[in-house]
């Protein structure tokens, strides 16, 4: 059983380059209908599994800004720590705040900036990942409208009228 919708492609696609000719029809050819739609149905079968590795994308931009505020708090808690001991002085009071101010400032702009850069990551990767999907389902869409054409062609009595209507699969891979 394929897996991916890719493998589940290029099995359609050897179904209908291995498909038998047609009599008399040239480039023409008949492929069974149930075979074909049956891996077009596995084929948008397959497209949760897509959309679960869209999902672990965003699992992994969860995981990482998990992990941005963690080190932003510690370097927040260092920060403090270090406030805390330098107060112990005076005059080093003033000087243990500023820089204990600044550090935060710094963990904040560091923790935002990776939030920032985890977002445009995984919103690139999952535009992209749609994109995919999308192409992927429209051609689907189109090579079933085509093939179900050629099948309805196929039971008209007429040979001339089902050699115009049969898939030609040579003509479809020059478009």
């Not at 290029?10 to 891996?39: H, Q, W, Y």
């Not at 590795?53 to 808690?77: F, T, V």
């Amino acid at each position: 059983m394929a897996t991916g919708v890719n493998e589940l492609l290029d099995m359609l696609f050897e179904m209908i380059d291995e498909a038998k000719s047609v009599p008399l029809a040239g480039d023409k050819c008949m492929v069974e209908r149930t075979e074909a739609l049956d891996l077009i149905d596995e084929i948008r079968g397959a497209f949760p599994m897509e959309l679960a590795e869209a999902k672990k994308l965003l699992a992994a931009r969860n995981d990482y800004l998990a992990s941005a505020k963690r080190e932003g708090d510690l370097i927040i808690q260092q920060a403090e720590a270090k406030a805390k001991q330098m107060l112990a002085e005076d005059e080093m009071l003033a000087k243990a705040q500023r820089e204990a101010e600044e550090l935060k400032r710094q963990a904040k702009e560091f923790s935002k900036e990776l939030k920032r850069a985890a977002n445009a990551y995984c919103d690139d990767a999952m535009r992209r990942t749609e994109e995919a999907v999308a192409e992927a389902y429209d051609e689907i869409k189109k090579a079933r409208t085509r093939f179900r054409a050629a099948a309805a062609g196929m039971g008209e009595g007429a040979q001339t009228q089902s050699q115009s209507r049969v898939f030609d699969a040579e003509a479809e891979e020059n478009r």
